[in-house]
C-alpha cells in the first residue's frame, strides 16, 4: 500500500544552521505531497505542497522538491531559527484523494 | 473563514464507557477526514467522507468506532466501547474535495481522549 517514511528524530539544531529532513515515499501513480507542521500546543498547519515531479514547494524559508526518480520530497532550510522548532510530518496525497502521513520528525533549535 | 470546528477539545472516561467527538468543517468543504494520533506518531486515517458518503473506512476499528456525516456537513466520531489503547488525540479535517492534485487538507485543533 501508499506509505510515507520519515527520517527518525529528534534533530537538535543551533540557530542559522542547515536542515534537512528526509522523507520518501511509496505510491502507484503519481501523488500529492506534502509538509505539514506541528508547533508546540497547536494543531497541524500546511507548510508547503507539491503536486508533480520536479515542482518546488516554498513557504517561510523552507524549500522541498518533488523527486519521481527518487520517490523524495525532502524539507530544507537554509537557517533555522528557535521559532522554527515544532514537530514536521511528510505526508502524500494518492490518486484516490487518500492521505498518508508518516511518523514526524521532532525539531528542536537552540540558541 | 472560520476554520474547521471540534469539540470537545478534552475528554477523560474509563475503559469500556463510550464516548463521542464532534467535526464541523469549513463551510463548502465536501470531503472530511477523522485521524488517529497516538502520542509520538503520525496521525492515521480513520475514515473519510465525500459529502456523506464514505470514501475509505479501511483503518476503522469498526468492532468499537462508527462515523457519520449526515446532511454532508457535521460529522460525529463515536467509541464504544473503548478501550486503553484509544487514548490518543482524534483529529478532524476538511478539504474542497478536488481533483487532480489540488487538494489541501485543513486540521481543526483536535479533540484529546484519555482512557482510564
Known amino acids: 500500500g501508499d506509505s510515507v517514511t520519515q527520517m527518525e528524530g529528534p534533530v537538535t539544531l543551533s540557530e542559522e544552521a542547515f536542515l534537512t529532513i528526509n522523507c520518501t515515499y511509496t505510491a502507484t501513480g503519481y501523488p500529492s505531497l506534502f509538509w505539514y507542521v506541528q508547533y508546540p500546543g497547536e494543531g497541524l498547519q500546511l507548510l508547503l505542497k507539491?503536486?508533480?515531479?520536479?515542482d518546488k514547494g516554498s513557504n517561510k524559508g523552507f524549500e522541498a522538491t518533488y523527486r519521481k526518480e527518487t520517490t523524495s520530497f525532502h524539507l530544507e532550510k537554509g537557517s533555522v531559527q528557535v521559532s522554527d522548532s515544532a514537530v514536521y510530518f511528510c505526508?502524500?496525497?494518492?490518486?484516490?484523494?487518500?492521505?498518508?502521513f508518516g511518523t514526524g520528525t521532532s525539531l528542536t533549535v537552540i540558541p | 473563514e472560520a476554520g474547521v470546528a471540534q469539540s470537545p477539545r478534552y475528554k477523560i472516561i474509563e475503559k469500556r464507557q463510550s464516548v463521542a467527538f464532534w467535526c464541523n468543517p469549513i463551510s463548502g468543504h465536501a470531503t472530511l477526514y477523522w485521524y488517529q494520533q497516538i502520542l509520538g506518531q503520525g496521525p492515521k486515517l480513520l475514515i473519510q467522507f465525500q459529502n456523506n458518503g464514505v470514501v475509505d473506512d479501511s483503518q476503522l476499528p469498526k468492532d468499537r468506532f462508527s462515523a457519520e456525516r449526515l446532511k454532508g456537513v457535521d460529522s460525529t466520531l463515536k467509541i464504544q466501547p473503548a478501550k486503553l489503547e484509544d487514548s490518543a488525540v482524534y483529529l478532524c479535517?476538511?478539504?474542497?474535495?478536488?481533483?487532480?492534485?489540488?487538494?489541501?487538507?485543513?486540521f481543526g485543533p483536535g479533540t484529546r481522549l484519555l482512557v482510564l
Open positions: 479535517a476538511s478539504s474542497q474535495g478536488l481533483r487532480g492534485g489540488l487538494e489541501t487538507q485543513y
Open positions: 505526508a502524500l496525497m494518492n490518486t484516490g484523494n487518500q492521505f498518508y
Open positions: 507539491a503536486t508533480k515531479a520536479d
